[in-house]
């Protein structure tokens, strides 16, 4: 069998190994509907692996351990570096201690990680992702008030594929000067991910689900993809469901957001849709995001780690805070999330005290001091 083939049908095994419910990973997802008493979030202080990542990223990663002090957040962090060690084989991989942290904790936050352009790194977004099995990459998008951008009243939530697609790192040069890529789509991680939509747009209240694909010019793979999403669909009868096209998405994004509610689409077309949607509440520095699968979740920053800026006590610490608030809701610890969520956005509304990329004059440490205050105050 060619190398590349083989390759192919190893990545396609292993998406379809036996995996719990994705309809399971979906209801607990931010609403606490599934308690996870075997690992024992209801009660008692739980313990979470934190990757603070590159440039800014212990900075905003210390700001949220700040802020979460504040709260009483009964909570233990278990530091780990996820810098890449190179194996008796000589390949590069995640250091072992912190893919045990995560397999015991199930639960982690991560900052922003830089991966080399062009050089034959492999991505640690990637690698984390592929290495948990975190299927579904979930990202919601929503004005802040008080924080004002060209679009009011946006309220969406994108949901994409973390596993496979163009993504799946097959590729290779056919001749000097001509490489292919592969993308890799298979019914399992398909259907997983579309039922994941429809279950969490029921658990939060919401009443769309829409498949963004193309597949009119990728029949076979896309048009598994689409298949599959027109499957769940019709196991939720109370959610609407549409499909659509990718490009027409972006020209109706742009037009009006508050078209959409809940969209699911494979692995690229998220990775550049999210940021779109995004950019219509901020920016990637205010958008929270979560990488869900069956037996665990780790929430991240999805911004860069600007090491322009590093250690400088500029960086805005928003993104990964309310990506850790994400985090409480998962763990079903729902007053937390509540004040830490409150006073960053009262703070955000204040506008006394906000960071530069916020459009303020304040160090990282002066904004996150802001939020601490708050966070006390809020009952």
Known sequence: MHPVLRRVVQLSLRNNSPQLPCTAA?????????????????????????IPGDGIGPEISAAVQKIFEAAKVPLEWDVVDVTPVKGPDGKFRIPQKAIDSVNTNKIGLKGPLATPVGKGHQSLNLA?????????????????????TPYDDVDLVTIREN?????????H??????????KLITEQASRRVANFAFAYARANGRHKVTAVHK?????????????CSRDAAEQYSDIKFEEMYLDTVCLNMVQDPTKFDVLVMPNLYGDILSDLCAGLIGGLGVTPSGNIGDTGAIFESVHGSAPDIAGQDKANPTALLLSAVMMLRHMNMMDYARRIEAACFDTIKDEKVRTGDLGGTSKCSEFTDAICKRVIDIK
Do not use: H, W
């Not at 990459?137 to 008030?145: D, G, L």
């Not at 040069?173 to 592969?182: A, E, L, W």
């Open 215 to 227: 597949a009119n010019i990728m029949r076979m793979s896309d048009g598994l993809f689409l298949k």
């Open 173 to 182: 040069t056919i001749v000097p000067g001509v490489v292919q890529s592969i």
């Open 163 to 171: 596993t496979e697609g163009e993504y799946s790192g097959i590729e």
């Open 128 to 148: 984390l992702r592929k290495t948990f099995n975190l299927y579904a990459n979930v990202r919601p998008c929503k004005s802040i008030e008080g924080y004002k």
């Open 26 to 50: 979906a209801s607990q997802t931010f609403q606490g509907q599934r308690q996870q008493q075997s690992q024992g979030y209801s009660t008692g202080v739980k313990r979470v692996t934190l």
